[in-house]
């Protein structure tokens, strides 16, 4: 072996290690005889001369100290599929602010969520009783285990969370130190957009809220209310002659506590436009805990009210965990959830408990079986090969159903806050199952054009591009605007349009174009879809669209609360793709079609479509124009 005074020789012909090899524990030991950086192998003390000095900070500087970060996943799928509304104007803002016409659907879902959940039966006078009658035992264990959690700084918020103060409807500000229950249960969200972040500003605010004596109108707990008066008072109202919702905006607590009042039949949208948006403004966490903070509040109070309060507001979270989309179930979050079951089953609060729970593991189960659906795609895939015969072997309409089908499975598994997330964020990752979507959509559009573009002879190019013009007029028939408009992009793309057709084939296509034509802001397609009864999938880039240009052309906040104008704007465009995804499909899968589709992975890349178009037609040979090319 060489000694340490004599690296140079080593240095020329030996490689310098990378994070990246395979180097056992042994190896890494050894002292090396050219320099490293530290998170590859130890180094021996500087003062050591082991090493020359040559080998400066400043020389070894482009040594990376951790593996390059991965370059940031761009929007590729979902910015692909909305290519059809790239000439997107400004739709009138009464677009946005019309009524939704699923109130009856809304109603009905919370009816069927009741009966599901057993939630009619969770607010029986039993539970009233036990809840107002503790064991004699309690109270005194309750005062020892919160000395101890004040003395450790430990976990004394349990104890306080169900004070006997707070059995009588009172806030529990006033005695010991109850900051850091507050802390745990309830972040105040006197920033705009409360986060984790915000946690010690909060903090500070709420200790001086509770060692004031006297709180003025302004440092009242939102969440306490319980006045309908006062709620209101305390929000924005639209102005009489103004379009929108009556709401316009409010504070996050009072829109929360808003939300909670469900009994009223005028606050059925209201409250579906505050659960469907509530993440633009609120982290799910956070919610959950107000939510929980102010059920507690009143729960133990013998005051019929207030006992229905408290029933409306453990509906509205249950509601919320139920909603939770699966990427949102992370083990804080379900860690979070578990303590509040354990915290209910606690307080003898058992009927509660178990509505919870279920809502809990039906959730997790989904999960489960979303990774497991996951792990059998590779196993699933089938090769070229297994594709029978040609397009022409299937019937038009049958071609339609299977299309429906396999884009329903896809629609009616993308989660309403995916989309709302991807028009604010634009992060695939986010909206996982609307990536998914639009990846298919795209697939079948490049599968579209290449089968097209891979046939010699003129006549058979001529011959599939009507087959498709005739798959098309079926999925119109079956309100699959998506695979409809999958196939047009594909024969209106450039490399297809741009070779000789015959002019009936040529007037046909166009036709089947003024439904995706963007004058008005695409009113022909907008006025179809209204009129639309469900079963139908609908072409999502649109709202993607509506939705980006809402959250850009419209502020987070009006004098510093919540603009719910503008979340009354995105439920509205939501509204239709919840009224879809509610009526399913009843078609019969054909595994002959589906086989031949081959999961649309068989297509050409698009410079391989042009190099294909271009050897059919060079590029000066003119074509002869359409009536709709000659206009523009």
């Given amino acids: 072996s060489h000694s340490s005074d004599s690296p140079g020789s080593r240095v020329s012909y030996e490689r310098h290690p990378s994070q990246y090899d395979n180097i056992s524990e042994e190896d890494l030991q050894q002292v090396p005889p050219f320099p490293v950086y530290t998170p590859i192998s130890p180094l021996p003390p500087c003062g050591t001369g082991a090493f020359p000095t040559e080998f400066s900070a400043s020389e070894s500087s482009d040594i990376p100290e951790s593996p390059p970060p991965l370059p940031e996943k761009k929007s590729r799928h979902i910015l692909k599929y909305m290519q059809f509304v790239e000439d997107y104007s400004e739709p009138q803002p009464s677009v946005f602010y019309q009524t939704p016409q699923s109130e009856s659907i809304y109603e009905q879902r919370n009816k069927r969520f009741q009966e599901v959940y057993g939630f009619n039966d969770s607010f029986s006078s039993t539970d009233s009783v036990h809840e107002l009658h503790p064991p004699p035992a309690l109270p005194p264990k309750q005062r020892q285990l919160s000395e101890s959690a004040n003395e450790e700084g430990g976990e004394g918020e349990y104890v306080n969370l169900y004070s006997s103060s707070q059995a009588n409807g009172e806030l529990p500000h006033s005695k010991g130190e109850p900051s850091a229950v507050i802390d745990d249960v309830l972040e105040d969200p006197a920033p705009p957009k409360p986060s984790s972040n915000s946690k010690e500003s909060t903090d500070i605010e ?12 302004d440092e ?7 006045d309908h008066k006062e709620i209101m008072s305390r929000l924005t109202l639209k102005q009489e002659n103004d379009d929108g919702p ?7 607590d009072i829109l929360l506590v808003h939300a909670t009042e469900t009994d009223r039949k005028d606050l059925v949208l209201y409250c579906e436009a505050f659960l469907t948006t509530y993440r633009t403004f609120i982290t799910p966490e956070d919610l959950i805990k107000k939510l929980h903070y102010r059920y507690t509040t009143f729960c133990h109070s013998p005051d019929t009210f207030k006992k229905r309060v408290s029933k409306n507001t453990f509906f509205v979270l249950v509601r919320v965990v139920d909603e939770l989309c699966l990427v949102e179930l992370t083990d804080d979050i379900l860690k979070q959830l578990m303590d509040l079951v354990f915290r209910l089953v606690c307080n003898g609060e058992l009927s509660l408990a178990r509505v919870l729970r279920n809502n809990i593991l039906d959730k997790v189960e989904q999960k489960k079986l979303l990774r497991y659906t ?16 040609t397009l022409h072997d299937f019937r038009s309409h049958e071609i339609a159903d299977q299309l429906t089908l396999l884009d329903a499975e896809l629609f009616y598994k993308i989660e309403i806050p995916e989309v709302l997330l ?3 964020e634009q992060n695939e990752e986010k909206s996982p199952n609307l990536t998914q979507f639009t990846e298919h959509f795209n697939n079948m559009s490049y599968w579209v054009r290449s089968i097209i573009i891979l046939q010699e002879k003129a006549q058979d190019r001529e011959k599939l591009l009507l087959k498709f013009i005739k798959i098309m007029k079926h999925l119109r028939k079956l309100n699959n605007f998506n695979s409809y ?6 024969l209106d793309s450039a490399p297809i349009r741009r070779l000789e057709w015959q002019k009936q084939t040529s007037e046909g296509l166009e036709e089947y174009c003024t439904l995706i034509d963007s004058s008005s802001s695409f009113r022909a397609y907008r006025a179809a879809l209204a009129d639309v009864e469900p079963p139908c999938i609908p072409y999502l880039g649109l709202i993607l669209q509506d939705l980006t240009f809402v959250h850009l052309g419209n502020p987070d906040l009006i004098d510093g609360k919540v603009n719910f104008s503008k979340r009354w704007q995105q439920f509205n465009i939501l509204d239709s793709m919840r009224r879809f995804q509610q009526v399913h499909y009843d ?7 589906v086989s031949f589709f081959n999961d649309f992975s068989d297509h050409l890349a698009e410079e391989a479509l042009w190099e294909l178009s271009l050897k059919i037609k060079p590029r000066n040979i003119t074509r002869r124009k359409t009536d709709r090319e000659e206009k523009t």
């Fill in 206 to 217: 709420r200790r001086q809220k509770s060692t004031d004596s006297g709180q003025s109108e």
């Fill in 220 to 226: 009242v707990d939102e969440l306490s209310l319980i």
């Fill in 246 to 252: 009556d709401v316009r905006a409010g504070s996050g």
């Fill in 374 to 389: 996951h792990s059998l795609k590779p196993l699933a895939a089938r090769g070229v090969a297994a594709r029978p015969g």
């Fill in 422 to 424: 991807w028009a604010k």
């Fill in 485 to 490: 408009l999958a196939i047009l992009s594909a």
């Fill in 587 to 593: 078609l019969k899968r054909n595994d002959d079609i």
